[in-house]
C-alpha cells in the first residue's frame, strides 16, 4: 500500500473519505456525459454544471466541518483502512436524478458489494472512534456528474451495465469558491492488489 499526501488542512476543515475514479472510469463517466448533452440539447446547457474531472469521487462517508486537530487521526486511520481493505470492483447500474426523480442532482449509481460495504464500514466506524457522527441515510453509492436547479426530469433514466474499479482511498477537503466546491485530496491511499 502506498500512500500520497498532498496538503495541509486548515482550521475545522469541511472533509469527506472517497474514491477517486481511476482513468478508464473517467471516460466512461465522460461517455454519459456526452450522453446527456445530446439528449437534453443547448438550451439546457446553460443551467447545468457538471463535474470536473478533479471533482467526481465516489464518497465513502461524509464529515463535515472537522476540527483540525483530528487530522493526524484521521489520516493515520485511512492508511490503516487502505491496510486492511483490497481493491475491488463495482457495478454501474444507472443513469438518473439521484437520489429522487426530481433532485437536482444527476449521478451514475453503483449497486453495493460485499467489499464496496466493507470499505463504507470502515470509514463509519474511523468516524465512531474519533468521536464524529456517521450519517444515518441508507449508503447508496454514485458519482455525480452534474447539477441543475431545474433538475433533471427531462432526461429518462439510462439502465447501465458496467463495472468499474475502485483502487484507492482519498480524504478530500471541500472549498467554497466562487464557481462553487472544489475538492482537494490532503491523502491518498492506494488499496493493494487488482480486482
Known amino acids: 500500500m502506498g500512500s500520497n499526501h498532498r496538503g495541509e488542512g486548515v482550521a475545522d476543515p469541511r472533509l469527506f473519505i472517497g474514491v477517486r475514479p481511476t482513468a478508464d472510469t473517467q471516460v466512461f463517466l465522460d461517455g454519459l456525459v456526452n450522453h446527456c448533452r445530446q439528449q437534453l440539447g443547448q438550451s439546457a446547457e446553460r ?8 471533482n467526481r469521487h465516489l464518497t465513502l462517508a461524509f464529515l463535515g466541518e472537522t476540527p483540525a486537530e483530528l487530522l493526524p487521526a484521521l489520516e493515520a486511520g485511512i492508511v490503516d483502512i487502505a491496510d486492511r481493505a483490497r481493491a475491488c470492483e463495482a457495478r454501474v447500474v444507472s ?29 463509519r466506524e474511523l468516524m465512531i472512534q474519533l ?20 433538475g433533471f426530469s427531462r432526461l429518462p433514466p439510462l439502465e447501465l451495465d458496467r463495472i468499474v474499479t475502485l483502487d484507492n482511498i482519498v480524504l478530500y477537503q471541500s472549498r467554497m469558491t ?6 482537494h485530496p490532503l491523502l491518498e491511499a492506494e488499496l493493494p492488489g487488482g480486482a
Open 47 to 54: 443551467a447545468i454544471r457538471w463535474t470536473s474531472h478533479a
Open 95 to 123: 443513469l438518473q436524478p439521484f437520489p429522487r426523480n426530481r433532485s437536482r442532482l444527476l449521478a451514475a449509481e453503483l449497486l453495493p458489494n460485499p467489499e464496496l460495504d466493507t470499505l463504507h464500514r470502515l470509514c
Open 131 to 150: 468521536g464524529l457522527e456517521p450519517e444515518s441515510a441508507t449508503y447508496r453509492p454514485h458519482f455525480t456528474l452534474g447539477r441543475n436547479r431545474r
Open 178 to 183: 466562487p464557481g462553487g466546491s472544489q475538492y
